[in-house]
């Protein structure tokens, strides 16, 4: 049957029907297993990660690997590529994944080639000879879009592999793989997993020989998750649906809101999501004071949970300096749209 995301989100990854079988998975601590049997070791697999593993498959529409982290499986994938591989990634991203590649391109484990991904053509002229497409849409913290569905066709027609880092837009707004995509990735950590708790992350594919050569990649880098963390994620996912929609409709009043505001110079919203990114008028000391000054909205790095996160990203070393030291990165969370307004406006009264 073909579900609707609101319906697999809960119905996935639960264990098979028989009287007094628990309704949820269990939580499986063993680090080995009776032998004979297709897991026989904790580093393999394990069956809270397998439970986890089918409701994301489920939304994401592909067989689905988890990791320790949303870094462990982006590295995952960047670890199969043969040496000195021809990668195209945005100029501009994720701080951890702009750190690795510049890490492998340095090395010379990769051949980067960094470029503008809201330019089809710079995109598609970078492609010759490349083994990945990197494409992170929409982009972390910057929030630009890619033309994933020219970009993906492009790339296929030429025979490139192509990831998409599904972190920001979810399975809710986008499918990589229905798309074309041959891996979708997530920061299971964000969203999916819903309550800055966990540290996870997962690669999708549709791709056979592919799944199994990622699942080798886990098992040898043991790049591996928890079973605590795994369970914590799948119990998040249950609500990721009706979380996502309430988030995003605080963002999009609020994103209203703050368009209209005398100090906010600059507001990047990509229409869809609960990810804004504004650009505050004023000294950058007066800007970082803003982010301190918030009561409900908590100043942290993240998102993608249910409290409101908010924080200047410049303050961390290692992001871009193509981002605006006035940026703020607000994730919203699942407050009272009132309240969290109040807070941001209280908090823009200290300029
Ligand atoms: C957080 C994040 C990651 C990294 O995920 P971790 O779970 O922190 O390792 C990758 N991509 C995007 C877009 C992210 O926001």
Redesign the pocket.
């Known amino acids: 049957m073909n579900l609707h995301p609101e319906t697999s989100a809960i119905s996935a990854g639960r264990p098979d029907a028989a009287p007094d079988a628990s309704v949820n998975p269990p939580l499986f601590l063993s680090s080995t297993y009776h032998a004979g049997g297709p897991v026989g070791y904790g580093r393999y697999g394990n069956q809270t990660w397998s439970a986890l593993e089918d409701a994301i498959a489920e939304l994401e529409g592909g067989p689905t690997l988890t990791f320790s982290?949303?870094?462990a499986a982006?590295s995952a994938l960047f670890s199969i590529l043969p040496v000195g591989a021809p990668v195209v990634a945005s100029h501009e991203g994720?701080s951890?994944?702009m750190g690795l590649l510049n890490q492998l391109h340095t090395s010379g484990r990769l051949e980067v080639r960094l470029v503008d991904i809201t330019k089809n053509d710079e995109v598609i002229a970078a492609m010759k000879g490349a083994a990945l497409v990197w494409l992170?849409s929409p982009t972390?913290p910057s929030l630009d879009v890619a033309d994933l569905h020219t970009l993906i066709s492009e790339a296929k027609k030429k025979g490139i592999g192509v990831g998409v880092?599904n972190?920001?837009a979810t399975p809710l707004t986008q499918l990589p793989l229905s798309m074309g995509a041959d891996v979708s990735m997530h920061?299971v950590?964000?969203f999916l997993s819903g309550h800055s708790d966990v540290?996870?992350?997962s690669l999708s594919t549709n791709d056979e020989a592919l799944l199994k050569r990622l699942e080798e990649a886990r098992r040898f880098n043991a790049s591996i998750p928890g079973p605590f963390e795994a369970w914590l994620a799948l119990r998040g996912i249950r609500t990721f649906p009706i979380r996502f929609r309430a988030a995003e409709s605080n963002a999009k009043e609020l994103v209203k809101r703050l368009s209209e505001h005398p100090k906010i110079t600059k507001v990047r919203y990509p229409g869809f999501g609960a990810v804004i990114s504004f650009e505050v008028d004023g000294p950058v000391e007066d800007v970082q004071k803003v982010c301190e000054s918030s009561r409900v909205i908590i100043h942290a790095t993240s998102?993608g949970g249910v409290e409101s996160l908010w924080e200047r990203r410049r303050r961390w070393a290692g992001e871009s300096i193509s981002v605006p030291e006035r940026l703020i990165r607000l994730s919203v969370g699942c407050e009272h749209v009132e309240d969290l307004w109040s807070d941001i406006d209280q908090a823009l009264a200290v300029l």
Do not use: A, P, Q, R
Request: aromatic share 10%; hydrophobic share 30%.
């Open positions: 982290s949303g870094m982006i994720y951890g994944t992170e972390n880092d972190t920001f920061s950590t964000k540290v996870l992350g998102l």
